[in-house]
């Protein structure tokens, strides 16, 4: 089935990194995502990985994953205080259009 | 320009009214979906639609009708509002129903009931 988990809360100063985590049990999906959300704001689509692939880059984001263990991460790097937000990874499955999404990581940036 | 826009951004209103939230995307996508986001910020697909089809609904009750005049709207029409349905509703659509098509989300519809 579809059930994808994230841990809560992250508190990280500016300039350093930033790792979230993601972990989902549906061995058949075929993209995920990561999703930004500011407050009061619609979701952002930061980027996503084609699951053939272990790692992505894309400027100050990087992310990984892990297919064995059905792990995926996004890191930050160089975090600044506009990074402070809620991070969503999402998966959608194949044939299937359903984008499930994790409980969101909220990461707060201090200055 | 707003790629994806939603009004309301804000509705209070009380318990048993009838509501309507209106969704527009100007990305000439075929694809839109609603989502209801609860107060601990879980989002859950409601509804999708595909050139003005319906393709997937989700267990949402039948107060909740969507529907979608043209490629570019998908309206939410929700009946005798609960204390429940109080959530942020957000939009998306994507180009295709393709697992590449990245979808693109609204600032959402705030609905308080009272």
């Known amino acids: 089935g579809e059930d994808v988990e994230q841990s809560l809360f992250l508190s990280v100063r500016e300039g350093d990194s930033s790792v979230i985590n993601c972990t989902y049990t549906?061995?058949?999906?075929?993209?995920l995502y990561w999703y930004k959300q500011e407050p009061g704001a619609g979701l952002q689509l930061l980027t996503y990985i084609f699951s053939n692939m272990d790692m992505k880059q894309d400027q100050r984001l990087t992310v990984l994953l892990n297919k064995k263990d059905k792990h995926l991460s996004l890191r930050i790097a160089d975090t600044q205080t506009g990074d402070s937000a809620i991070y969503f990874c999402?998966?959608?499955?194949?044939?299937?259009?359903?984008?499930?999404f994790g409980k969101g990581n909220q990461v707060v940036v201090i200055p | 320009d707003t790629a994806v826009s939603q009004t309301p951004k804000y509705l209070v209103t009380q318990m048993g009214n009838d509501k309507s939230i209106k969704c527009e995307q100007n990305l000439g996508h075929d694809t839109m979906y609603w989502y209801k986001q609860d107060s601990k910020k879980f989002l859950k697909i409601m509804f999708s639609?595909?050139?003005?089809?319906?393709?997937i609904n989700e267990t949402v009750p039948n107060r909740f009708s969507p529907k979608s005049p043209d490629k570019a709207h998908l309206n939410l029409h929700i009946n005798s509002l609960e204390l429940g349905d109080s959530a942020v509703y957000f939009c998306?659509?994507?180009?295709?129903?393709?697992?590449?098509?990245?979808?693109?989300f609204g600032d959402g519809t705030r609905l308080s009931i009272l």
């Open positions: 549906d061995s058949s999906s075929t993209y």
């Open positions: 999402a998966e959608i499955l194949y044939g299937n259009n359903r984008l499930a």
């Open positions: 998306a659509s994507s180009q295709g129903t393709g697992e590449a098509e990245p979808q693109h």
């Open positions: 639609y595909n050139n003005k089809e319906l393709i």
